[in-house]
């Protein structure tokens, strides 16, 4: 059913290896099709380009949620939606109780940083960052504030950083808003704090795990169809694309850039080789801050976008590179997800006895050690949305795909390995199918205080 391939040798268990320092990047509302190795013509992203052609790059890999901190949760606890704390994009703090990524790899004597956006815990609340498992922590706290790319203050640990914008007072809550004096760009601050860890980890003993949660290429909502806040337009300036279009590639193409900054640090540092690196998404792309996600086919071959449980909104980029460990130019249809992480990282690190029993996800190590023969299979993926009408539910079994959303509305069954746009129901010639997507769907959304699904309105 699955196929995990790689188009080098397998060098990973030739001999004992260190725990490598481990970096993971995070993109924010970058769709499917927006890096050139998943099809995009127009943008330019050579360094992520540059992770698949040096690693393994998934084509069946999924977010945890189909928007920011659902999302984000499921990646950070290994639970996904229908079981993880924050199912939605409302103000919640993850509590002491809760385990994270962070917390695991501490235990195995890894020092722990996040650059960027958390989503999962505010000001004075359990959930910030450094009371769960990171030692360091530049970026924003709330989803809301990481809107503005040109914001007040940033957080630095558990305190405000001021920055030398200017935002008008109480334009929105958690400091969001429009900034009326644009100087400190959040992402070019956030990328240099990066870099500065990594400059530190240099000579410090024992391995790193850092976390670098861009911002780009979300839009800045509260700007309208102004949204999409850069500096500059770069290499896209000159086009007779709209300016929104401008904005949304010179974003990629800043990230990009900052990425390749990154692989010639750990080259320069003699780090390159004993460093793992993720790449991935946290949702589907966006129509927001006048962006078009049909200008540059954002989405690719996939149908929906943000919001959406067809595949536009979940599936994403990842890409794992360890060079000597991860076969180059290796590509895997494993179907997998944010949920495996944890998983994954805590058998890496020999940190399993320190992960819940409970979780839902599963270590893809053999897959990315091209032993698909060893490798554990899902009986399914599963995905809750709680957000009004759009609210709804899906799974992933195999090569099929069962979404009911809106709730009110019959189950779609598509075969997605064939079917990749997700255009053909089959509900109705594989009605067995359709009954194992529902049991599914019944057994794996435990009931939360919070969050229930809204009751479908009936005519």
Not at 152 to 178: C, D, H, Q, Y
Not at 197 to 211: A, E, H, I, R
Not at 254 to 261: K, L, Q, T
Request: with cysteine; net charge neutral.
């Amino acid at each position: 059913m699955f196929l995990a391939c790689g188009f080098a040798p397998v060098l990973a268990e030739q001999q004992p290896v260190a725990r490598p320092n481990i970096i993971f990047i995070l993109a924010d509302d970058l769709g499917y099709g927006d890096v050139g190795c998943y099809g995009q013509k127009r943008i330019q992203t050579p360094n992520i380009d540059r992770l698949a052609k040096e690693g393994m790059r998934f084509t069946d890999f999924y977010a945890g949620s189909t928007v920011c901190a659902p999302s984000r949760c499921v990646l950070m606890t290994g639970y996904h939606t229908g079981h993880c704390l924050i199912r939605g994009n409302a103000k919640d703090n993850l509590r002491p109780k809760d385990v994270t990524v962070a917390e695991v790899l501490k235990t195995a004597g890894y020092t722990t940083a996040l650059y960027g956006k958390w989503g999962l815990g505010h000001e004075g609340s359990t959930g910030v960052p450094t009371k769960q498992g990171f030692d360091h922590f530049f970026g924003y706290l709330d989803q809301g504030h990481a809107h503005n790319y040109y914001p007040a203050f940033l957080m630095k640990g558990e305190a405000r950083f001021p920055l030398r914008n200017e935002v008008p007072p109480g334009a929105t809550e958690f400091g969001s808003g429009v900034a009326t004096k644009k100087t400190d760009y959040s992402h070019d601050l956030i990328a240099e704090e990066a870099l500065r860890f990594l400059s530190s980890q240099k000579s410090t003993v024992g391995p790193f795990f850092m976390y670098l949660a861009f911002t780009t290429p979300h839009a800045n909502n509260e700007a309208g169809k102004a949204g999409m806040e850069v500096p500059d337009y770069g290499s896209y300036a000159k086009t007779d694309w709209p300016l929104s279009q401008k904005g949304h590639a010179a974003m990629i193409t800043r990230m990009d850039a900052d990425i390749g900054r990154i692989l010639a640090k750990l080259q320069e540092q003699g780090e390159d080789e004993t460093t793992l690196i993720f790449f991935s998404s946290d949702n589907g792309p966006h129509r927001e801050g006048g962006a078009d996600p049909n200008f540059s086919d954002s989405n690719g071959p996939l149908q929906g976008t943000k919001r959406d449980l067809t595949d536009g909104g979940i599936r994403v980029p990842f890409i794992a590179r360890w060079p000597g460990r991860i076969a180059a130019g290796s590509e895997s249809k494993f179907v997998s997800g944010f949920q495996d992480i944890l998983p994954t990282l805590a058998e890496l690190t020999g940190a399993t006895e320190h992960v819940p029993k409970d979780i839902d996800g599963l270590s893809i190590l053999p897959t990315l050690r091209s032993q698909p023969e060893k490798q554990q299979q899902h009986d399914y993926l599963y995905w809750a949305f709680y957000e009004g009408n759009r609210a709804g539910q899906a799974v992933r079994m195999g090569d099929y795909k069962a979404i009911q959303q809106p709730l009110a509305s019959a189950v779609r069954l598509y075969d997605v390995s064939r079917d990749i746009g997700e255009e053909k129901d089959l509900a109705g010639e594989k009605p067995e199918l359709v009954v194992k997507a529902k049991e599914a769907m019944a057994k794996a959304n435990r009931p939360s205080e919070k969050w229930k699904f809204p009751i479908p309105k009936t005519k």
